[in-house]
């Protein structure tokens, strides 16, 4: 009771001078106990260069290559969850040349707490090789601004990944409908980690197709 008191309060005063506490998982704490050299820092530097929360496996990102290289109808390829832009240079990757790429977030969550600017920011260092080259255009707006304001060709592929509660996916698939795309996918068909994605996608019928959680309907 006490401990949890102290933490609160640490957390909250750490949040007011801009400090975000990641607690350290149980493994993380084991090697910490076993090795008198690691310290937290460590960790957090091993997470940035990991990203292990939120993207997209490698299996995951080939299948994803495979859907882009195989698109047969024009339009531009929508993302939806850009993060730090993994999955969207996968898509720059193996997407035909001339082809539009749209990457839309409104830069509310990223693992390690950045504040949203900050976090457009290092995404769009990330990303400024194939932004000079062209695509992407990056769209710092949420899904729903999007799917109101777009009004170009019907989209080639809509990759969802973004808010993964129910709601949210929910009216992901119902915009990318709307705006007519031909392949409607996403990520995190995982119902142990997020339920909300599998009852939505079910509710339109399945995955026709899944590799690890990346789902087509
Ligand atoms: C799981 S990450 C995306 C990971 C990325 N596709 C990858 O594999 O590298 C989810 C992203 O969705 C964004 N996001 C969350 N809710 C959103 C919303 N309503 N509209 C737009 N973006 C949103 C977050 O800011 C975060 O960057």
């Known amino acids: 009771m006490l401990n949890e008191l102290i933490k609160t309060t640490v957390r909250k005063l750490c949040a007011l001078a801009g400090i975000q506490i990641v607690p350290l998982t149980k493994h993380q704490k084991e090697l910490m106990g076993n090795d008198a050299n690691l310290r937290y820092r460590h960790f957090c530097i091993q997470d940035a260069i990991t990203m292990q929360r939120g993207q997209i496996t490698l299996k995951e990102a080939r299948f994803l290559g495979q859907l882009v290289s195989n698109l047969e109808t024009k339009g531009p390829i929508i993302e939806i969850g850009t993060l730090f832009g993994w999955s ?12 539009e790429l749209i990457t839309v977030d409104n830069y509310s969550w990223n693992p390690f707490g950045l504040p949203p600017d900050m976090h457009f920011e290092t995404t769009r260092t990330v990303l400024k090789d194939e932004i000079s080259s062209g695509q ?3 769209m710092k707006m949420s899904n729903t601004e999007f ?10 592929l809509i ?11 929910k009216m992901d698939i119902e915009g990318a409908k709307k705006l007519g795309a031909k392949i409607i996918c996403g990520h995190d068909y995982d119902e142990r980690r997020c339920p909300g994605v ?3 996608v079910d509710e339109y019928g399945g995955p026709k197709r899944l590799v690890g959680s990346l789902w087509v309907l």
């Not at 969207?88 to 082809?99: A, H, K």
């Not at 990759?159 to 996916?169: G, L, P, R, S």
């Open 88 to 99: 969207t240079r996968i898509i720059c990757l193996f997407m035909d040349n001339g082809r």
């Open 136 to 138: 992407p255009q990056l």
């Open 147 to 156: 799917y109101n304001i777009y009004s170009g060709l019907s989209p080639a």
């Open 159 to 169: 990759f969802i990944d973004a808010d993964h509660e129910y709601e949210a996916v």
């Open 198 to 200: 599998v009852k939505a």
